[in-house]
């Protein structure tokens, strides 16, 4: 590997894209879009106390029960993902 | 537009907190995390909690951890916030500050996915710290002492796992072996990739142990183990000799045992009795007791019940796990055991409470254990419980909290001089109605009647060195009462007090004698019982007294002033002379500085509206010093020393200013600062208190000096945190005032008014608003002000509750079924949640409703006269009937008057899908003079009516994405218009003129207008940015204020010359047939002003709190609190407080790290805001910074504090 290698576009993408979560690609599929979105916003809901208590409130559940049911959304959040064609 | 916003209300609401040590020594503290405020609270001997500090930290605090070096005294703070950091604080005592210790970068700011900061663990031997995100990152930084003894934090060491979720973390104690902590992990990267769903099926939690290899500055996975599908929460299990290590891993329904190289010891969660079959028992919080030879956890759970948790071990082999069940608190976010037997409870919604302990559940109760858990073809089988009253806990102490605010209007219902803020918060059986007024509250020891209308009251010691008053003097218009203080209070006629005479003024004088001054003399009685009397020349009379404990100056009438001094025998000796050039209208004399003779100053205010200090030293003893004009006659002087910085618990370490306040005719107080040297007057400040001229007291407030001025209402000026504040007290109008101090009451107030004398204490300093507050049944969601009725129409609604009389009949069944015998208190007229009720054996407002199916909903209309929080028609709705909307609405047929809109949803359902079985809207009509409300008729619409408003004598409703115009029928309403372009759902309407203000859940405001000649709706207007709107409100023709779902508060503005075309568009050809881009509307409002709040904010309003004062914005918040927006009038002010704002940021950055610009941009860059509560901060600084931000901005720090001071009182 040349040194000139470590600066180029891909390799840089590839570093953000391992260190960065949700990082997208020329390739990205809709529903990995759709999943890193939906993650990212359940954890913005989890962060947020007021957020989640406006949640908890229009559920009416506990606050501690409305944070375990966000998390537990985090696996699957948009269904099991699309048969895919072998490219 | 530029806006100062500032917080009125700090949060109330609680997001998690610790208890520590955090000021050294034996005290027990707890810090509190309020979103973005830190507070330190503490228990004090009455078990009434107090806070000590409280410091907006300008950023999202998401958790806290306490930790103690091994050896060390004292916990320091760990903070997890938003700011991608980790800080570390030690709460300095002498100084009564958080001091920042350490604050370490290691990711970007913001509640993100993969930066640290949503967990914190510690290690149980304070060795090191695991921060934690909610995917993919942990850290671990090591904590040291150096040489000095100071805290050292090393560089993180990274316990990465990507591809998965974390649900808690916790330190493992294994007491001096190398740290270990433990986390709830599951892996979703095969869940990803397949398809068929069957991953998703056998996704599995973990249990994985990290170690953190001190020798080799290195962690590892060190042990990982499956764990049950439900888990959610760690909570660490003693070792290290006192236990047998581990963790406990709450799990819903279960809480299990878990260490590497042990099975599994696990027990159910006991259930209610009534719960659905289809609900889990979810633990929420966590806390451990542990003491030299025991320890234990109690745990609540998302119902509100406390279980105590125990093992049984032998030698670090767990055997059994206990579950039993121990008491039922509302349900908290955390819950804190302190070592001094007290448990403070952080309610997630509500009043947070301290409890003491009276037993530690030896007592045998439902218990489960692990020995007898029993597993069937169905699962565990549960054990069932009913909940009942406190047995081992008895509330002491409430801690007030407003979150959530549900909605909010600000008016004037009781017709007081300031308008009340109405607010309803909380949430189901906790939910109320509290009316907010700006000032601090009394409370009342004692009223007795007098025979006559008093004129003014004293208070006397006996002895310098006395602790408590020993007698109230009382003057009418031709007589003096004087009473004594003892273990009651008696008219006694030993006391030497001339009584045939009015007094104008009775204090101590020298070490131990006393001085009654009448019209006519001094009269001066020794401590032995000798009486000296000196009478006024001629006929003139004594009009006027200054005195302090050894000089006293009266003023004669037709303006001489005489001159006394206290000379070393006691005697009271005649000084000097001075003819002033009229009558004097007031004196004062300032009180004699700490070890020094005599006070050098003495203020004289005249008719001819000026105030003269003079002074009274020996060589140039009655010459005037300065001379201040006033604008009008000045009534009253008094002078006050203020020590207003930061300092000690709550005291000053800068010198005293000595300030000179004068009450005006006019009802102004007048406050200047005085040279303590050559008494020249400087700084001047004033202020509106009331219609009266104010009169003023020196009292003792916390054992500093503090005022009282009486005007229409009583204020009082005193020092609370460093900041001087002069607060209305929630009192009625007072004639005279006095300190008082007796056995019972060590820091009152003895006050007249009428003919009663009053004596009472002033409560909770600090606060801004006092409130009263009145129960209400379920979640309140919107209500309306019948300004002229002067009653409130309030809609309350709960998803997944049962109605009263299902409630009520579960109830009886219950008790019958433990043969209590007692009726419950039997009627559903009796079903409000009456605060403290003590007959009720299971009040709901602390059990919580019991749970129903989700599909189930109760909900109620409810008319409420404030004035006597009286409930005047309650109708409950049936059917799964809930209410979302109402409005007021005149039709134009006048047929009824004033009748009453109310939105209502049936059956509806928000999981897995937005459903309902259908909408309907009722129109009611009010009877009994708007006490009562009667159907007319109900009209099923195709949706949620989430919105109605009134609209040129036709009723505007918003049901879902439709705005529909309606009119009244006979039967039904009555469809005349609508408009379908709506993107989502309207959440809110307001009309002015002919323009339709719409709010969209999602896409911000829609300008709409109705051409009543086509009988049309046009959108003609909408925003670019998709705002999530939570509150709206109309400011002007073209300008609206909204906030959104993400804690921002914003204004938009239609462009002047598009409103004008819109306006001047006769044939209206324009409106009709411009098309938008992208199926937008054809014009765009301008965003004018953009703030992050930094909370969501659920109501707005446009409103003035102070008489006379111009309007601002308040909002109410989720978190409970209250703030407002003000608009500056002058470009200088803006600069000015730009300026600061900006050296306040460079100066004093926030305390959690988070930087306070992106802060305030959080969404959207913040835009003509300047944030007052980081100004407010300035006072707060060391005073060298002070000057250093003084100097930049070319004025004095006192210019400043003073700016800071005005702008506030334009507010409140």
């Known amino acids: 590997m040349q040194a000139s290698d470590r600066f180029n576009i891909n390799s840089q993408l590839e570093h953000l894209q391992a260190k960065y979560v949700g990082t997208g690609h020329a390739d990205l599929h809709r529903y990995e879009w759709a999943v890193n979105i939906q993650r990212d916003s359940y954890a913005s809901y989890v962060g947020h106390y007021p957020i989640l208590s406006y949640f908890a409130l229009a559920e009416n559940e506990s606050i501690g029960r409305e944070r375990y049911n966000f998390m537990q959304r985090m696996l699957l959040p948009c269904g099991p993902p699309p048969e895919r064609e072998d490219d | 537009m530029y806006l100062y916003s500032l917080t009125l209300q700090r949060a109330t609401g609680i997001v998690c907190a610790i208890n520590g040590n955090f000021s050294g020594g034996k005290t027990q503290e707890i810090v509190v995390a309020r979103g973005k405020v830190l507070d330190l609270l503490r228990p004090d001997e009455n078990g009434k909690i107090q806070t000590l500090l409280s410091v907006e930290i300008f950023g999202a605090i998401r958790s806290l951890a306490q930790f103690r070096l091994t050896g060390s005294q004292k916990d320091y703070i760990v903070v997890g916030s938003d700011s991608g950091r980790i800080v570390i604080l030690e709460y300095n005592k002498e100084k009564n500050v958080f001091d920042k210790i350490h604050q370490e970068t290691f990711g970007k700011s913001g509640c993100r996915r993969i930066v640290p900061g949503q967990y914190l663990a510690i290690d149980p031997k304070g060795r090191a710290v695991m921060v934690g995100a909610c995917e993919k990152q942990k850290l671990v930084y090591v904590l040291n002492r150096d040489t000095a003894a100071r805290l050292t934090i090393s560089s993180p060491l990274e316990a990465h796992k990507s591809h998965t979720i974390v649900y808690s973390i916790c330190g493992v104690d294994c007491g001096f072996d190398n740290p270990i902590f433990a986390a709830i992990e599951l892996d979703y990267s095969e869940v990803d990739q397949d398809s068929s769903g069957n991953a998703e099926k056998e996704a599995q939690k973990h249990l994985t142990f990290y170690e953190l290899d001190l020798g080799l500055n290195h962690v590892s996975r060190k042990w990982s183990d499956q764990v049950d599908n439900g888990a959610n929460l760690l909570v660490t299990v003693p070792g290290g000799g006192d236990g047998p290590s581990g963790v406990l891993v709450c799990a819903e329904n279960f809480v299990i045992y878990k260490n590497q190289g042990q099975a599994d010891v696990r027990a159910v969660i006991p259930r209610r009795v009534d719960l659905p079959a289809e609900r889990g028992v979810l633990i929420v919080s966590a806390a451990t007791h542990k003491q030299k030879s025991m320890f234990f956890f109690l745990l609540q759970t998302e119902y509100g019940d406390i279980f105590k948790v125990t093992l049984e071990h032998n030698n670090d082999l767990v055997s059994e796990l206990k579950i039993k069940y121990f008491d039922t608190i509302p349900v908290t976010t955390s819950i804190c055991v302190l070592k001094s037997g007290f448990l403070f409870a952080a309610s997630e919604f509500g009043n947070h409470s301290l409890y003491q302990f009276q037993a530690i559940g030896e007592d045998p109760d439902v218990e489960s254990s692990s020995a007898s858990l029993m597993e069937t073809e169905e699962g565990f089988q549960p054990l069932y419980f009913q909940p009942r009253k406190l047995k081992n806990l008895v509330r002491i102490d409430q801690v007030e909290s407003l979150m959530p605010i549900m909605d909010m209007k600000v008016s004037n219902l009781f017709e007081e001089e300031t308008p009340q803020i109405f607010t309803l918060c909380g949430r189901g059986p906790r939910s109320s109605l509290r009316i907010l007024r700006p000032g601090l509250a009394i409370s009342e020891m004692a009223v007795s009647e007098l025979p006559g209308v008093p004129s003014a009251v004293w208070t006397v010691k006996k002895n310098v060195t006395d602790e408590f008053d020993a007698y109230i003097v009382v003057s009418f218009a031709n007589a003096t009462l004087v009473l004594s203080i003892g273990e009651t209070v008696e008219e006694v006629s030993d006391s030497g007090f001339l009584d045939t005479t009015p007094s104008l003024a009775v204090s101590l004088i020298g070490d131990d004698s006393l001085m009654q001054v009448h019209p006519n003399g001094i009269r001066h009685i020794r401590e032995d019982g000798r009486i000296n009397e000196w009478r006024t020349p001629g006929k003139r009379t004594i009009v006027k007294v200054g005195s302090n404990r050894l000089q006293v100056v009266i003023a004669l009438s037709g303006g001489e002033l005489i001159y006394f001094e206290v000379d070393m025998t006691g005697q009271l000796m005649e000084v000097e002379k001075h003819e002033m050039s009229g009558d004097v209208a007031c004196l004062d004399i300032a009180p004699v500085p700490e070890g020094r003779q005599r006070s050098r100053f003495l203020a004289v205010g005249s008719y001819d509206n000026t105030i003269r200090i003079l002074s009274l030293d020996p060589d140039d003893c009655m010459q005037i010093l300065s001379v201040q004009s006033v604008s009008s006659i000045p009534e009253s002087l008094l002078f006050l020393e203020v020590q207003a910085s930061v300092g000690g618990e709550d005291g000053a370490d800068h010198p005293a200013n000595l300030f000179l306040n004068a009450g005006l005719r006019t009802g102004i107080l007048f406050r200047t600062v005085v040279d303590m040297v050559t008494g020249q007057l400087s700084d001047s400040r004033s202020r509106f208190l009331g219609l009266r001229a104010p009169k003023l007291f020196s009292i003792n407030i916390r054992g500093k000096h503090a005022m009282l001025c009486l005007s229409s209402r009583p204020w009082l000026g005193y020092i609370h945190q460093g900041h001087f504040l002069l607060t209305p007290l929630s009192y009625e109008t007072l004639e005279y005032a006095a300190s008082f101090s007796s056995d019972q009451c060590a820091e009152g107030v003895v006050a007249v008014a009428g003919s009663a004398l009053r004596v009472f204490t002033i409560e909770r300093l600090g606060e801004t608003f006092n409130e009263t507050v009145i129960p209400l049944r379920y979640t309140p969601r919107k209500f309306v002000v019948q300004v002229k ?110 009748l009453l809109a109310v939105g209502t949803a049936k059956g509806l359902q928000f999981w897995p899908k937005k459903s309902i079985t259908a909408g309907y809207i009722h129109i009611y009509r009010f009877l009994d003079d708007g006490k009562s409300l009667e159907l007319l008729h109900k009209t099923q619409v195709d949706g949620v009516p989430l919105a109605l408003c009134q609209f040129q004598g036709r009723l505007l409703a918003g049901i879902g994405s439709v705005l529909r115009l309606y009119d009244l029928g006979k039967k039904r309403l009555l469809r005349k218009c609508e408009n379908k372009l709506f993107p989502n759902t309207i959440v809110s309407i307001q009309t002015y003129r002919d323009r339709i203000y719409v709010g969209d859940i999602q896409e911000s405001f829609h300008y709409c207008k109705y051409r009543r000649d086509e009988n049309q709706l046009y959108i003609f207007a909408d925003d670019c940015v998709p705002r999530w709107l939570t509150a709206s409100f109309h400011i002007d023709f073209d300008t609206m204020a909204g906030a959104d779902k993400f804690g921002n508060v914003y204004f938009v503005r239609l462009p002047q010359d598009v409103s004008d075309e819109i306006e001047e568009d006769p044939t209206g050809g324009r409106i009709k047939w411009e098309q938008g881009k992208l199926n937008g509307a054809p014009n765009k409002v301008e965003e004018i002003v953009q703030f992050h709040v930094g909370d969501v904010v659920s109501c707005l309003q446009k409103a003035s709190l102070i008489p006379g004062g111009g309007e601002c914005i308040i909002y109410g918040t989720v978190m409970g609190s209250l703030g407002a927006l003000l608009a500056f009038t002058s470009r200088d002010d803006v600069d000015f407080f730009s300026h600061l704002e900006m050296y306040m940021r460079q100066e004093h950055p926030p305390l959690c790290g988070r930087d306070h610009m992106a802060y305030r941009s959080a969404y959207f860059p913040v835009k003509d805001v300047i944030d007052g509560d980081l100004c407010e901060q300035y006072p707060t600084l060391p005073m060298d910074l002070q000057r250093k931000i003084a100097d930049e901005l070319d004025r004095t720090p006192g210019e400043i504090l003073k700016k800071l001071e005005e702008i506030r009182n334009k507010i409140i």
């Open chain 2, 789 to 898: 009725r002067k009653l409130l129409v309030i809609i309350e609604s709960d998803q997944g509750a049962f109605t009263a009389e299902e409630r009520e009949g579960a109830k009886k069944e219950c008790f019958e079924a433990a043969e209590i015998g007692e009726n419950g208190n039997g009627n559903v007229d009796q079903m409000e949640n009456g605060g403290d009720n003590e007959d009720d054996p299971l009040s709901d407002e602390h059990y919580g409703y019991p749970k129903a199916e989700s599909d189930k909903w109760v909900s109620c209309i409810r008319v409420l006269d404030p004035k006597t929080a009286t409930t005047t028609c309650l109708l409950e709705l049936l059917d799964n009937e809930a209410a979302f909307s109402v409005c007021t609405v005149n039709f134009h047929d006048k047929e009824y008057g004033t």
